[in-house]
């Protein structure tokens, strides 16, 4: 038997350990915010956030959640009364087709709980892991930086660069 | 008397050697010039010091992470405190931008900065005082024709007593060895250019050496194997030992290209290294792995093994089946797309599965490879915020008794811990 605390509510599945937490998310607790994209760690439809931190879920097997308390964006608000980020991202249209939208806006809550202030160099290398294919990030990032305060880069400055990995 | 005379010859002694002290431990400096103008620098020579450049890898170093390139400001942590590398760019104040060719190839040859003062040996001269003439006015002009950047790089965080600069000319006296190579005549060219590039401009043994309690690579020892960044540099004299012996056409395309479908992907800090690489004519990559074949040390070579999948039997290797199951299989399993198509190598063959420690499969897994730009090739998600050290000893458990014959490794979960701490202070 596996035990999982998600969203504030410990559950008893009766499930394989090696199963992803994103199969027990949608499958077993019907929580069908975060998305199966790749499957490979590679785009970030599938992101939730354990213990704080923003994780693929994808990859993620229950038998390694243990006791660490996992949150979806069902946590974040309802459509009747969404949280911060969920207004933002629909006040500024992020969604194109939304298949990546759950995955971003946990990455940007993981963001904002940890650093409420970020910088425009923060946000961006915060975010970059998760991939939209309608290609809205800019208004995804715009949504972020609404909730953080943070000021729209000045189309005249410097464009911010971000080096992935090297 | 007898003790008077005594006491004279000891302080003359002691004087002497002061003197002698001095004398290699005061250079003087050579004088700043305005810094020259891009163009009045050959168009050919700055090709070709592109090419010098790439070779010597210098960007990796002279970069900062999210940096300007060759601005500096990279931190590179030694047993001795931390060093940040100087900005190279022609900016007057703060880069190379007042250094004269003659100061710029002094630095290279022996070590001393413009103003006469020795530089640390985490710059690799003792290597790169082989590079030619021809080589060192090439780099100058293509350095000297960078955009400049205003950068200084923060101070040097070093122990006492060497945070002392002077001191390091001690330290020349011992691993210093000035001057050019001769080719060796009995060789061939390609072993000739290919030895220049790997024991001069490319300073392979400055990371795939053992180093000594001062930092020197140990004599006798090139090539040995090393550590950097808390990565292991594995020997490259031994590459008849892996699991598939290295092959020239298997080396040349991991250079070029950071990976070889019969070893794995190269990580850590050997990437920045291949995407160099891959910037240079084929030519220079074939001589490097003609010479590096070249240096093997005699040993009987395994047999070639085949692809292993054995069942796993103890417990921590069946507790890392499960987390594998979930988060490696899709790619490194034998079913996954990615073996059949993508040239990708069993974990049977991985020179960090097979290798003696679990030090770079660890690293592998905590810190995968991330996206690099547009010239992505590798891409492996980080598990260093989803695995505790137990379940990263597991999942080494599991690879490395299903995947290989190899011993298993033993302290896995403790240099796991060891390294998550340097990993997450760096």
Redesign the interface.
Known sequence: MITLTVNGVRHTLDIDPSTPLLYALRNDLHLHGAKFGCGLGQCGACTVIVDGKPTFSCLMPVAAVGSRSVRTIESLGTAEHPGPLQRAFVEHQAAQCGYCIAGMIMRAQALLERNPKPTEQELRTHMEPNLCRCGTHMRILAAVRSVAGLPAPEPASAPVTISKGL | MKHKRLWFGAAGIAVAGIAVAIGIMVRPSIAPIDPPAPASFDPQLVRAGARVVALGDCIVCHTA??GKPFAGGLPLATPFGTIYATNITPDAETGIGRWSRDAFARALRTGIGRNGQPLYPAFPYIHFTRMSDDDIAAAYAYLMTREPVHATAPANDLIFPLNFRPLVAFWNVLFLREGAYQPDPSQSAQWNRGRMLVDGLGHCASCHSPLNAIGGEQRGRAFDGGIVDGWEAPPLNALGQAAQPWTQAQLVTYLRTGRASEHGAAAGPM??VT?DLATVPVEDVEAIAAYILSIQKPATARAAANPLQRAATTPAAQRG???F???CA??HGPAAPMQSIGERPTLSFSTAVNADTPRNAIQMMFNG?????ED?LN?M?S?I???DDT?IADLAAYVRETYTDRPAWSGVDAMAAKLRKEDTAR
């Open positions: 992470k999210d990437l920045p995407r089946a499960t987390l199951q979930a988060s899709q790619c490879i991330g996206w690099h730009g992505t891409y998600p598990f915020d989803q695995y379940q």
